[in-house]
């Protein structure tokens, strides 16, 4: 077996010098839309903003247009940004007002949640009525599959478009796409298991529409697909206790309804896809473990009782957020029929930051002109969704305290492990 382990190293190592030297050659972006218009929906909340905020430091020349109904706050994110910036207030649960802010903008990111329960895709559909780019940072399985119903309409409009591009789901679909490309190429066996593990110290400094997005996928059953079934089973129930590598360390985490669980299963091919989240101090896990238990789902699919919840635990909530810190982490492990497990990890010390950061990586992409018209998930192929993988996962790993890729998983774990002849790792 250390053979065959020390093979994969040397692929990883190789692939890894690859990533840098393509992305050092690169430009950023094209000349012709560097000076490109991009509406940031939500663009003064805590995702919304730092998307805002790292556009602006990774393309300086991009003209950010905040949009938001709230002018005060707008103005206060214009500042901020400093020139190159301006605010629009919108509301997105109006067409005519989504219109109009799109008619001058060449992309339009959407970062205003929380996506669960949404009744339609108002942004998507004003974005292909103006042809405008788009990109959302969704993360609900329903709302995901009803932005793809429109696939037709974008291809007819010649609109680009990617649904789920955020952190999680996003980075971590194209980590998991990109393990499975690498599996295919590199073994001999199918890839037939593929898990995604996330980790958030408290909210993460993400504000309370994530706390919003937690209880509302604490009302959802879970699909899960093991060797081909479709499975529903408990939300944060099948603890798994997982190793985040350097940085983070072991955490528990818990089954959730994540859109990238059946993306990925259908996209990707893997028969065996599930998703699991933890979060700290441990006793926020007790208690989303008692919400499932105490409250009926009918109740934690009510948007409205919702934020009266989170009204009434934010305060808490941020109080120990000061303790606790805001460090992020996810690990992406794929298992192959012939024995090859191979591991993705991505850790940043702050997700109110890397949130951002890899939004951004996303509407890079998007303003350089290679994503197809339609709309697409993040793994979807190269090409078609994204042109270059690598590109867009070394500019959303910026700032990261462990970034590795297409490792076994003894090379990434913090404990030490005996790999042979007395050689410890």
């Known amino acids: 077996m250390a053979p065959a382990l020390l093979h994969l190293n040397s692929t990883s190592v190789m692939a890894c010098v690859s990533l840098k030297e393509t992305v050092l050659d690169r ?18 909340g805590r995702v919304g903003g730092s998307t805002a905020i790292a556009l602006s430091k990774l393309s300086p020349q991009l003209q950010i247009v905040v949009g938001c109904r709230n002018r005060e ?6 500042d901020k940004l400093g020139k190159n910036s301006e605010f629009t207030e919108v509301n997105i649960d109006n067409l005519d007002s989504l219109e109009l802010a799109l008619r001058d903008v060449d992309l339009v990111v959407h ?5 669960q329960q949404a009744k339609n895709c108002n942004v998507l559909e004003a974005a292909i009525e103006t042809k405008t780019a788009y990109l959302d ?11 793809k119903s429109l696939k037709d309409r974008a291809i007819a409009a010649h609109v680009p478009a990617i649904t789920t591009g955020g952190i999680y789901p996003g980075v971590s679909n194209v980590m998991a796409a990109a393990l499975v490309r690498a599996a295919r190429d590199e073994s001999k066996g199918e890839p037939e298991r ?3 593990s996330y980790y958030t110290a408290g909210t993460g400094g993400a504000g309370p529409t994530i706390l919003a ?8 059953e879970v699909v899960a697909y093991s060797k081909g079934e479709k499975l529903k089973l408990k939300p944060y129930s099948g603890m798994l206790n997982v190793d985040f590598g350097k940085g983070i360390g072991r955490k528990d985490v818990f089954l959730l309804n994540l859109p990238e669980v059946r993306s990925a299963h259908e996209i990707l091919g893997v028969p065996t896809v599930s998703a699991r989240f933890g979060t700290a101090p441990f006793f926020w896990n007790l208690g989303m473990i008692a919400m499932t238990k105490l409250l009926p789902p009918e109740y934690l699919r009510d948007r409205n009782k919702v934020q009266q919840l989170v009204q009434l635990f934010d305060p ?5 957020d000061k303790i606790a810190g805001e460090r992020v982490s996810m690990r992406v492990d794929l298992e192959c029929s012939d024995g090859r497990n191979t591991v993705g990890i991505f850790s940043h010390r702050r997700l109110s930051v890397s949130v951002g950061t890899a939004t951004s990586a996303f509407a890079l992409a998007l303003l350089e002109g290679v994503t ?5 998930f993040p793994e979807e192929p190269e090409g078609i969704a994204i042109e270059a993988r690598e590109v867009l996962l070394e500019r959303a790993a910026q700032g990261t305290i462990n970034f590795v890729m297409n490792k076994p998983p003894w090379m990434v774990e913090t404990e030490p492990k005996e790999i042979g002849l007395g050689i410890y790792v």
Do not use: H, I
């Open 137 to 147: 940072v969704c993360d609900d399985t329903s709302y995901a599959l009803r932005a």
């Open 111 to 115: 970062a205003a949640g929380p996506f």
């Open 372 to 376: 197809q018209p339609g709309v697409w």
């Open 316 to 320: 808490v909530v941020r109080a120990f």
């Open 73 to 78: 706050k707008g103005a206060a994110m214009v």
């Open 194 to 196: 593929l898990r995604f």
């Open 27 to 44: 430009p950023q972006l094209p000349e012709k839309t560097r000076n490109a218009r991009v509406l940031v929906l939500g663009g003064t």
């Open 213 to 220: 997005t937690s209880f509302l996928l604490l009302g959802e």
